[in-house]
């Protein structure tokens, strides 16, 4: 067995690609004080702060590093469904991205929840909610992909929401806190091992 190094100032995941290819059965929706809100053309900036918020501790990044354009092209796409998971008081503590732009596919782009909800049963409640809208019209397949950077309970929870695993795959890039994309303390679970850039 052959260990591959990986250099310093860089993160290396195991990305593991998952898929659904019937309809799940019908069930009630999961209680949750939480509600759903479209965002139609989200405005980049404010899409970027709810995406760092959520995506911070497993070092979501890609978003953040996008320029301008790019990501505008994609969050306004018609094919492209943003929504925010409010809570009571109205502030966003939640997104959820699917992305209908190839033909017969959705893909659930970002699935996730602020750190402080982790645990509570809301995600039952947003991925009830995400297969929902995601299986509509001509749709055949449903998939989304997780890494080993993600919550350690990710993997599991998608495939016990009845995602099958299809393919593994190592993805290796700058760690985001050095390059001053997110702050050098999240993420404590993944050893920051080179200085930040300045």
Not at 20 to 41: C, G, K
Not at 54 to 75: H, K, Q, Y
Not at 146 to 162: E, K, N, Q, V
Request: with cysteine; aromatic share 8%.
């Amino acid at each position: 067995m052959a260990l591959t190094p990986v250099a310093a100032e860089e993160v290396a995941a195991i990305v593991t690609t998952l898929e659904m290819t019937r309809r799940p059965a019908l069930r009630p929706l999961p209680d949750s004080p939480l509600r759903l809100v479209a965002w139609e053309r989200p405005d980049p900036a404010k899409y970027r702060a709810l995406f760092r918020r959520v995506g911070a501790p497993w070092l979501w990044f890609s978003r953040l590093v996008m320029d301008e354009a790019a990501l505008t092209r994609i969050i306004h796409d018609p094919d492209v469904t943003v929504l925010a998971a409010l809570d009571p008081r109205g502030i966003e503590v939640g997104l959820l991205e699917l992305d209908f732009r190839t033909p017969g596919a959705c893909e659930l782009a970002y699935v996730g929840l602020v750190p402080e909800l982790t645990g509570s049963g809301h995600g039952r409640w947003l991925m009830a909610h995400a297969l929902m809208r995601a299986w509509t019209g001509s749709v055949s397949r449903v998939w989304v992909h997780t890494c080993t950077l993600d919550h350690p309970s990710a993997l599991g929870f998608y495939r016990a929401s009845g995602f099958t695993a299809i393919g593994r795959t190592v993805e290796t890039f700058v760690d985001p806190r050095i390059l001053g994309l997110l702050p050098p303390d999240v993420a404590p679970q993944i050893p920051l091992l080179a200085p930040i850039r300045r």
